[in-house]
């Protein structure tokens, strides 16, 4: 038997070398965690109920409603809460959140070779980095952290999720329902998301109770009821997402009025109480409104990360560098 | 520039005026000698300021981020975001500094998005 003399080397992109535990599509455009079936479930329950909306409600009220043509706002404003959601769903879900990339080997060195910021007590080797370091910010002293995965000090605010194994910029929480954890970069379409759905959902039982009460003054309720069906599961369906979401929608209206984050309400980091001393919370605007104006037309910050470059495999991951390279002779 | 004589060190982040990007000032040992101490504050405050304009809540940004959501952020799918821009000149910024003013000295800063905004990278022959 002939042996190949030569291994073909194929190319890969750099998504396929990301350490994080993240799934990838569209060659490394769109990522998520590990667990989408809960992503996927909710997407098809949006698309679902507004399929039977725009089959039974939205016929029923162009027809039934008076003066007739005014009841073409009913399936245009039903589209729009459709669009709006999964938009806003696709946006929470699908992109990077903000992971900050870890530090490349040259960069560990430089930092473990800096030393100790200050002494991490017995048990770590000298010239090791510390686990804290104390910086200044926006008048208070805070500690960072380094974080042991990604080779990095923390910055304020960030944190690391175990389930994603990543450090991710301002970090919210880790969201089930939309797969993927809620930080700097989708924290506003998070918010909008949870928003649209808790409206759409009230206009969606309202038009329910509107078909059913217009059909019943033709044919009694009962025959109402088992005439349109699916008014009935729109009803429960939207009922039940209205009921979970609200909540939530309105404990981030709280949060983002307090300029915290789910991590930080939780951990008490502003919270004099726990805190036992005076803190403040520098990140608060002027006041309520700006704070709504920076979480939700603030600036977009780009992803850090390049997964959709090509790399060379050569064993262990290339990494990409736009001037350095260029550097060596 | 000699590979085996090429030393780096990483310019870290400044957190005191918040968690917005900002580089620190403070001239670096290493570079004493290399370059004046004023051109390389200039060069670095330079890029903090691209950043600061990148995060900044002026009417631009509050006008592009409202038109943005009224489309359900499809906009981004057409146009560059303000902040990808200003990331854009600060790399560009660099990269004239390098040309102009570090290269000959035997320095290389740079490009901080290839660190994730963590720190400026800063190559110099030893």
Known sequence: MVKARYQLIMPLRKYQKFPGNNRFWCCGALMSSRQVSILIFCAIIIVVVSALFFAFDARFLVVNVEPLGVGVIFPVLGVLGLYFSMSFLFKTGCIDSGILPRALPDEIAYMQSQGDEEPAGSGRTLGAPARYKTVQHMGQKVKLKWCVTCNLWRPPRASHCGLCNNCYENFDHHCPWVGNCVARRN????????????????????????????????????????????????????????????????????????????????????NPRKQGRTVHNPYRRRNCCLNFLFVICGPFPPRFLSLIVQILYDGEAAHFMSQEQSVYV | MDRRNVRKIFVQRDYSRGTGVRFSTDFPRELTGKVDETTYRTTIENVNQCFDEAEALGCCNVLEGCLACMTGFALHYCFKTHYERCVQDAAKYIQQQNREVYEQRGIILGDPMDRGLRCVSTLYSH
């Open chain 1, 187 to 270: 924290y506003r379409y998070f918010y909008l998301f949870l928003t649209t759905i808790a409206v759409t959902g009230v206009y969606m039982m309202a038009c329910n109770i509107t078909v059913i009460v217009l059909a019943s003054k033709k044919m009694g309720f009962g025959d109402a009821l088992k005439t349109y069906p699916g008014s009935v599961i729109e009803f429960c369906v939207s009922g039940l997402a209205v009921i979970s979401v609200s909540g939530l929608s309105c404990m981030h209206t709280w949060l983002i009025a307090r300029m915290e984050t789910t991590n930080e309400d939780i951990k008490g980091t502003f």
